[in-house]
């Protein structure tokens, strides 16, 4: 591991760590969610000592690369152009690319948007999935998996916040911060709301056991 080098390289307008080790042909390793380039560590070890020269940022809004506050520069052009302007910072042609989860959607894209910088492809857990113009990522995966599949879940203040923007037309969708403050709230009402429950609750049983020692007595 403390042969693996770190560094920040400047790219498409962001700030993007990558750790590094070997020489050689290039391969470039893409990240799941929620996790890091560490999720690649064995692999950058295991492969560099064969000749090869393993690369693993962080993408777009992960770990110690840069983290846009607007929502609209997430979108899968900025995140395939990041890695281009990786590649291009850092002398590299053409690389081995090589995804994972998330990553493997990016990779899918980067070698439909720039296949002249792909040698290779090997994606895992994702096979690729063309867009539907007609219904987004989120409702597809509803219909596949319902309700309850983690893509899913996470959206369930998706509806609150549609309609938030009509009664509070001087905030963006961009503002995160309000994201933020909305949600810490909903989630402190509902710990509030399990702790009154518990305590309630515990106080009943108090009680209980309070007169059943004076029958007892």
């Given at each position: 591991?403390?042969?693996?080098?770190?560094?920040?390289?400047?790219?498409?307008?962001?700030?993007m760590h990558i750790a590094s080790i070997?020489?050689?042909?290039?391969?470039?390793?893409?990240?799941?969610?929620p996790e890091l380039w560490y999720s690649w560590r064995?692999?950058?070890?295991?492969?560099?000592?064969l000749g090869y020269r393993c690369i693993a940022p962080d993408l777009r809004g992960y770990g110690d690369t840069d983290a846009p506050k607007n929502v609209r520069e997430y979108t899968i052009f900025h995140i395939v152009g990041d890695l281009v302007?990786?590649?291009?910072?850092?002398?590299?042609?053409?690389?081995?690319?090589?995804?994972?989860?998330?990553?493997?959607?990016?990779?899918w894209y980067f070698c439909l948007l720039r296949?002249?910088?792909?040698?290779?492809?090997?994606?895992?857990?994702?096979?690729?999935q063309p867009r539907n113009p007609h219904k987004s990522s989120v409702q597809i995966s509803?219909?596949?998996f319902g309700d309850d599949f983690y893509i899913c879940r996470i959206q369930v203040c998706e509806y609150f916040f549609k309609n938030?923007?009509?009664?509070?037309?001087?905030?963006?969708?961009?503002?995160?911060?309000?994201?933020?403050?909305?949600?810490?709230?909903?989630?402190?009402?509902?710990?509030?709301?399990?702790?009154?429950?518990?305590?309630?609750?515990?106080?009943?049983?108090?009680?209980l056991y309070f007169y059943s020692?004076?029958?007892?007595?």
């Open positions: 591991m403390d042969k693996i080098e770190h560094q920040t390289v400047a790219t498409n307008g962001i700030n070997g020489t050689g042909p290039v391969i470039l390793f893409l990240h799941g969610f064995h692999q950058l070890l295991s492969l560099s000592s302007g990786l590649i291009d910072s850092l002398g590299i042609d053409k690389v081995f690319l090589v995804g994972h989860d998330w990553g493997s959607t990016v990779a296949p002249d910088r792909i040698k290779a492809l090997v994606n895992m857990s994702v096979v690729f509803r219909e596949l938030i923007f009509d009664f509070f037309p001087s905030f963006e969708a961009s503002s995160l911060w309000f994201y933020y403050v909305i949600l810490a709230g909903i989630q402190l009402f509902f710990f509030f709301l399990l702790m009154a429950l518990v305590l309630k609750v515990n106080l009943v049983f108090i009680q020692c004076l029958v007892v007595c």
